[in-house]
């Protein structure tokens, strides 16, 4: 099981910035980010897979939000900017090997298809 420890939320105005990281204790395949809503499923934001680069994002957050890695420290990072009132919500990061299939594999985007999930941090955003 990989532990995952996530930080960065907080709050801010529309517009604003915000960058979540996520320390895993080892090394995962593919990584990414997750958020609930009170009242909402749970959602995909972004998926990197460690060895390529960000593989996903949501209609929603393109162009405004980007996914990294520094894989020297076993980190992934969410760099989210003009902020909007509806990307309120707790932030999970997760981790999980690829989906193997003939001739190939990918990270998957589906919030069962990951098993080691983080604590969440929750990022609010005020209009």
């Known amino acids: 099981q990989v532990q995952l420890v996530e930080s960065g939320g907080g709050s801010v105005q529309a517009g604003g910035s915000l960058r979540l990281s996520c320390v895993a204790s080892?090394?995962?395949?593919?990584m990414g980010w997750f958020r609930q809503a009170p009242g909402k499923e749970r959602e995909g934001v972004a998926i990197?897979?460690?060895?390529?680069?960000?593989?996903y994002y949501a209609d929603s957050v393109k162009g405004r939000f980007t996914i990294s890695q520094d894989n020297a420290k076993n980190t992934v990072y969410l760099e989210m900017s003009s902020l909007k009132p509806e990307d309120s919500a707790m932030y999970y990061c997760?981790?999980?090997?690829?989906?193997?299939?003939?001739?190939?594999?990918?990270?998957?985007?589906?919030?069962?298809?990951?098993?080691?999930w983080g604590q969440g941090t929750q990022v609010t955003v005020s209009s």
């Open positions: 997760v981790a999980g090997p690829p989906l193997y299939y003939l001739g190939g594999s990918r990270c998957q985007q589906g919030p069962r298809d990951y098993g080691d």
């Open positions: 080892t090394r995962s395949s593919c």
């Open positions: 990197i897979r460690t060895d390529v680069g960000p593989v």
